[in-house]
C-alpha cells in the first residue's frame, strides 16, 4: 500500500505539504490540527455508509478516512518523526503483545479475561512514560461528544467501583423505558433550545463536575 501511495502521489513532489507550492499543496490545510475536522468529517460519513447498508460508499468513505490517515503519516514524516510503515508496524507490534492468549502460550477463560489482560499489559506499557494512566478515570478522549463522553466516564467509575453497579434491565418493558427515556432527553434538548443554551455544552459542564467529585472520592478510597 505504502509502495503504491508513493509511486501514485510523490511523484515530482505533487504530494508535499511543507515549501513546496503546487496546485496540490495549496488545497489542504498544513498541520495536524488544521486536519482535524476534516478526520472527523470522514468518520461521520464513514458511519452514515454503514447505516446505510451501501457497500460501494463504504468502500470510498474507508478510502478517505484511510487519506486523512496517510496525510498525518506524510506531514510526521516531512518532519522527520514517523511514517506509514512505522504506524502500521507499531499497530502490529501492539496488537501481538496484546493478545497473548491468541500469539502467546497465556490461556483465558472468557472474553473478561481477555479485556483484564488488555488492560494489564496496557498499564505496564504506559507505566513509568508521560501516558502513565494514574486514575482509572484517565483515557477518555477529551473532545468526545458530550452524551458519549458521560457515557464512559459512568462506565469507567463503575469499572473502578467509584459507583454501584448498573443494574442489570432484561425486562419486557425495557423496550417502552428506552424509548421514554428517549422521549425526556429530546425534551430536555427543546427545552435547553428554548431558553437559548446549548444542551452539548451544559453537559459537557456537568460531565466535568462529575469527573471531579469522582476523582476526588477515588483519591481518598486511596489515600
Known amino acids: 500500500m505504502t509502495k503504491l501511495f508513493h509511486e501514485k502521489t510523490t511523484r515530482d513532489k505533487r504530494f508535499t505539504f511543507g515549501d513546496d ?16 475536522r476534516h478526520a472527523i468529517e470522514e468518520v461521520y460519513e464513514l458511519i ?3 447505516e446505510a447498508g451501501d457497500d460501494i ?3 470510498e468513505e474507508l478510502g478517505d478516512l484511510l487519506l486523512q490517515v496517510v496525510f498525518h503519516c506524510q506531514l510526521a514524516h516531512e ?8 504506524v502500521t508496524r507499531r499497530l502490529v507490534d501492539k496488537l501481538i503483545r496484546r493478545h497473548p492468549h491468541v500469539f502467546g502460550q497465556v490461556k483465558v477463560k472468557n472474553v473478561d479475561e ?3 489482560n488488555w488492560e494489564k499489559i496496557k498499564r505496564a506499557e504506559k507505566h513509568g512514560t508521560q501516558h502513565e494512566r494514574k486514575s482509572a ?24 467501583q467509584l459507583l454501584a453497579p448498573e443494574p442489570a434491565s432484561k425486562s419486557k418493558s425495557a423496550p417502552r423505558q428506552a424509548k421514554a427515556l428517549g422521549k425526556e432527553l429530546f425534551a430536555l434538548v427543546t427545552a435547553a433550545s428554548a431558553r437559548g ?16 467529585s ?10
Open 21 to 36: 507550492k503546487t496546485a496540490f499543496a495549496h488545497r489542504l490545510p498544513v498541520g495536524p490540527r488544521a486536519l482535524r
Open 48 to 50: 452514515d455508509a454503514i
Open 57 to 59: 460508499e463504504l468502500a
Open 79 to 86: 518532519r522527520g518523526v514517523f511514517d506509514f510503515e512505522k
Open 114 to 116: 481477555v479485556w483484564a
Open 137 to 160: 478515570l484517565d483515557g477518555i478522549p477529551k473532545h468526545l461528544p458530550a452524551l458519549l463522553r458521560a457515557e464512559k466516564l459512568l462506565k469507567k467509575a463503575r469499572k473502578a
Open 197 to 212: 443554551w446549548c444542551a452539548e455544552e451544559l453537559l459537557a459542564s456537568e460531565t466535568k463536575r462529575q469527573e471531579k
Open 214 to 223: 469522582l476523582r476526588r472520592r477515588e483519591r481518598l478510597a486511596r489515600s
